[in-house]
């Protein structure tokens, strides 16, 4: 396992000198875009890949060594392509696979985490709402994060994955009501910020602000990983030339044509390929 994720898979190039190569981004669905819009917004000159692992969404139910275990695979199909760098665009990913895949990787990995450093400079009344799956509300590195920058505070968490299912879905009629049921009883409980714990929450902003009013704030950490990501690239040598014009491209590890149109919807266009899912991980196990 440790050799062919230091090597990348056998039978494939790195990228040309002329065409720079890529950065990869992954998540387990489409909740990543929102990272990956930050990232082109910073770095409009650099090829993008994102990976959804459609096939085993969502991440966030599932037990860490099956996560770890997707985090490699993709991380493996991005640096068989020549990655130079990887996006780890999902808390939950963070949490089971980031420091594992930084040392065994060999590539500058820069990962996610819930926002609660900068939730606790903004709040003025002590108590922050954390809306997150149940993987990341669970882990080790929230629990280490709730410790170094939650002390005095109080920090209210509530899982939220019907709210995955809603960005992927896409269902209108009903993601109201789902966010309301979500968030509101963070606000009666007096939480004056709302900390987004997953990629995919930053798609529902608009509704969240709206349910929550102007005195409460909505954080996320999506231009953060942006501007570390930036900085990492500079910083190594390994930023592609200005004049580049970059590029994306999509994969999933799902059906291409099923989820051609939720691509369109948050994003804006694009074409989605499908990424073979290794024999030795085609069927998902639920946790």
Not at 9 to 32: C, E, K, L, T
Not at 133 to 162: D, H, Q
Not at 205 to 223: K, W
Request: glycine share 10%; charged share 20%; net charge neutral.
């Amino acid at each position: 396992m440790e050799s062919e994720l230091a090597g990348g898979r056998p039978g494939r190039s790195n990228a040309r000198m002329d065409n720079p190569a890529p950065i990869g981004v992954f998540d387990s669905g489409f909740g990543g875009l929102s990272v990956l819009r930050a990232v082109r917004a910073r770095q409009p000159a650099e090829n993008l890949i994102y990976c959804a692992d459609h096939a085993w969404l969502p991440w966030g139910e599932r037990d860490v060594s099956c996560v770890r275990e997707r985090a490699r695979v993709l991380t493996t199909e991005l640096m068989g392509v020549g990655a130079k760098a990887v996006v780890v665009a999902c808390n939950t990913a963070t949490a089971a696979a980031a420091d594992w895949l930084r040392a065994e990787s060999g590539l500058p990995v820069i990962a996610m985490e819930p926002a609660v450093k900068p939730a606790a400079a903004a709040t003025r009344g002590g108590i922050i709402g954390v809306l997150g799956t149940g993987g990341t509300l669970a882990s080790a590195r929230f629990s280490a994060l709730l410790e170094r920058y939650g002390a005095g505070l109080e920090v209210i968490t509530r899982p939220a994955p019907e709210l995955v299912a809603a960005v992927e879905s896409g269902d209108s009629a009903h993601r109201r009501q789902l966010v309301t049921d979500a968030v509101l009883p963070l606000i009666e409980r007096g939480a004056d910020v709302i900390v987004l714990g997953c990629t995919h929450f930053p798609f529902l902003r608009p509704e969240i602000e709206a349910i929550v009013g102007p005195e409460v704030a909505v954080i996320d950490t999506g231009s953060a990983v942006a501007r570390e990501l930036q900085r990492r690239v500079i910083s190594g040598g390994l930023a592609a030339p200005s004049r580049n014009a970059g590029t994306e491209r999509f994969w999933t590890t799902g059906d291409p044509q099923a989820l051609r149109s939720t691509l369109h919807r948050l994003w804006g266009g694009g074409e989605l390929e499908r990424m073979p899912i290794p024999a030795t991980a085609s069927r998902p196990r639920q946790s």
